[in-house]
């Protein structure tokens, strides 16, 4: 009996301490996931987490997907500018050194922030089996941010800086919904693409474009599968923008096949943002200054007081040192 009665204790006092040490988070996907009671090793699964983790704890972060370079690793702290590159979680090439690779930086938690599909469920189950480290999905939808800060900051033991975070973009969200918002037929139409010569077109309704659709605008190129979709500069051209942001300033140089399609009056702009662009490179929380400053576009009488929101939200987002461009000719 006493036996027994030994043998039921030490069973209780496993339970009690597996309760004590894993908490239970319900990711974006539904999924419940056993989390250690305390997170210091965070490794992001791919770009648009490197941003959300490093906006929320940047000296947890393991490694980057995209490590800086040049003008971006000037836009943050010393500190934080060897970060090493990490192989990314969410790419089809990933092959079996690279998961011996990751098991050898000891993560406690992998998180991937973006859009939320069955795929990426599989993936993240995939993954989280074969590393024995917890994966959340986190639903990357800007009008999401505020409470995913708020649920991603109490469960790596960042409350504070979720609520700090989470308040800031409140603000900013506040801000562009307080503008009002035209009739889907009468918003500003945009066209924004990627690549040196501006013709890889972002489809409207994806993630990549969706700081134009938040600010109020409307992207001109036609949803359909897939984010991106290759255009010739005649075609732009029968969508009409009102505006044009690219990525890469050579795809609006005098000259440029877009300069030449488009009529006069049409107006040009090139993202420079650091350490992130702030429309969509990558598709992260940077998102929210791009649809701050395209609200600027849209409102041009209250541009002054979009400019100064989205240079207060950068610095709480990413330091001092991180200096707000607006979209720029």
Same mark, same amino acid.
């Given at each position: ?31 419940? $996931?056993? !989390? ?62 690279? !998961? #011996? ?21 599989? &993936? ?11 994966? $959340? ?14 649920? &991603? ?45 501006? !013709? ?8 990549? @474009?969706?700081? *134009? #659709? ?12 897939g984010a991106f979709v290759g255009m010739s500069a005649a075609e ?7 505006? $044009? ?14 300069r030449q399609a488009l009529p006069d009056g049409t107006r040009f $702009?090139?993202?420079? @943002?650091?350490?992130?662009?702030? *429309? ?11 649809? &701050? ?37």
């Open positions: 009996m006493r036996l027994r009665a030994l043998a039921l204790t030490i069973v209780a006092a496993l339970v009690v301490a597996t309760t004590v040490h894993a908490a239970e988070f319900t990711d974006s996907a539904g999924r419940k $996931v056993n !989390l250690p009671e305390k997170v210091g090793r965070l490794l992001p699964a791919g770009p648009p987490a490197d941003v959300l983790l490093y906006a929320l704890a940047p000296n947890l972060l393991v490694g980057l997907v995209e490590p800086w370079n040049g003008d971006a690793k000037q836009a943050v702290p010393q500190r934080f500018q060897a970060l090493p590159g990490v192989p990314r979680l969410t790419s089809h090439n990933l092959s079996s050194d690279d !998961l #011996e690779k990751l098991r050898q930086l000891k993560a406690d938690l992998v998180v991937d922030y973006g859009d939320i599909n069955p795929n990426y469920v599989a &993936l993240a189950d995939r993954i989280q089996a074969s590393l024995g480290v917890p994966y $959340v999905l986190i639903d990357g939808r800007l009008r999401e941010a505020p409470q995913v800060l708020r649920r &991603l900051g109490d469960a790596i033991g960042r409350p504070e800086r979720g609520q700090e975070l989470a308040g800031a973009v409140q603000s900013a969200l506040a801000l562009i919904d307080g503008a009002g918002t035209a009739a889907p037929d009468q918003r500003v139409p945009f066209y924004y693409a990627r690549g040196a010569d501006g !013709l890889q077109g972002v489809r409207a309704g994806s993630s990549v @474009g969706e700081a *134009i #659709e938040l600010a109020g605008g409307r992207n001109v190129v036609p949803s359909a599968r732009v051209a029968k969508l009409s923008p009102k505006f $044009v942001i690219v990525g890469e300033a050579a795809a609006i140089q005098p000259g440029s096949p877009l $702009v090139v993202d420079r @943002g650091a350490p992130y662009g702030i *429309i969509e490179k990558p598709p992260s929380l940077n998102r929210i200054l791009g649809a &701050l400053a395209v609200a600027a576009l849209i409102h041009p009488d209250r541009a002054e007081a979009f400019h100064a929101a989205a240079a207060r939200l950068a610095t709480v987002m990413f330091g001092d040192s991180a200096k707000f461009q607006s979209l720029g000719d």
